[in-house]
């Protein structure tokens, strides 16, 4: 059986009375978009529904985002003071979170910050790095290190200091990584999904209501690929 078809109560990481922390699917989406397709916020929703026996329209807040090809950890709130207090500790930085991004070429230092100006391009839907002083532009900082390599990808884990629009997919392209499967960004063919091999792994934070740490690390995607990767760190 594939993840995709595995239940969505398989999928939850966390949940208490406040929040539900789910592990999102590559090309699922968090919210609605002009699409119109089924998004996991509408999956979640119908599983509260049911699990509870709530009458009447659910709560469901969003806190923050993952663009649609990227995989793992997405936070909802089931009340409007978990996500006002969650969204707090979004625009504070007091999440840690961390990413793993499988990447087509080995990047010339193991461990390195990368610290750009991203413009972005609405109409284009995508960020570009751009000379300091241009007007519009954002600051992006991002911390990365090498954790693996097969003999034809590399494993790289990603801290973010910033949440640029793409910073993550931009910022490694830039300097001569760019995210398997990433067409946008310049990668030699797409996953045979849609995705990007990039996955939200791991987020850490105080819950906001009930003050314990909470500490949630995402499976990866079922892909040959991501389950080499995740097999290899598992080992270690």
């Known amino acids: 059986m594939t993840r995709s ?9 966390f949940e208490d009375n406040h929040l539900i922390i789910m592990n999102k699917l590559p090309r699922e989406l968090v919210q609605g978009d002009d699409t ?35 995989s793992g950890v997405v936070i909802y709130a089931k009340t409007s003071k978990g996500l006002a207090r969650m969204s707090d500790l979004f625009r504070l930085k007091k999440i840690d979170k961390t990413y793993w991004a499988i990447v087509e070429n080995k990047p010339t230092k193991t461990k390195a910050t990368l610290e750009n100006s991203l413009l972005k ?34 494993l790289l884990q ?17 300097m001569g990584c760019i995210i398997k499967g990433d067409l946008k960004y310049g990668a030699k063919r797409s996953n045979g999904d849609g995705s990007i091999s990039l996955h939200s792994r791991t ?18 995607p079922n892909d040959e690929l991501w389950q080499f990767f995740e097999s290899k760190m598992n080992e270690g």
């Open 5 to 13: 078809s595995t239940s969505i109560e398989s999928r939850i990481l």
């Open 36 to 70: 119109g397709d089924e998004t996991l916020a509408d999956m979640v929703k119908a599983y509260i529904k049911t699990a509870y026996n709530k009458p009447g329209n659910i709560f469901l807040g969003i806190p923050h985002r993952l663009d649609r090809p990227v």
């Open 121 to 154: 391009n609405h109409k284009q839907n995508k960020s570009y790095v751009v000379s300091d002083d241009r007007k519009g532009s954002k600051r992006a900082i991002l911390h990365y290190e090498l954790i693996y390599s097969s003999e034809r990808y590399h």
């Open 158 to 174: 990603i801290q973010l200091e910033t949440g640029r629009h793409h910073q993550i997919r931009t910022q490694l392209a830039h």
């Open 203 to 220: 987020t850490a934070f105080i819950h906001p209501v009930s003050d314990e740490p909470i500490s949630i690390t995402a499976q990866c």
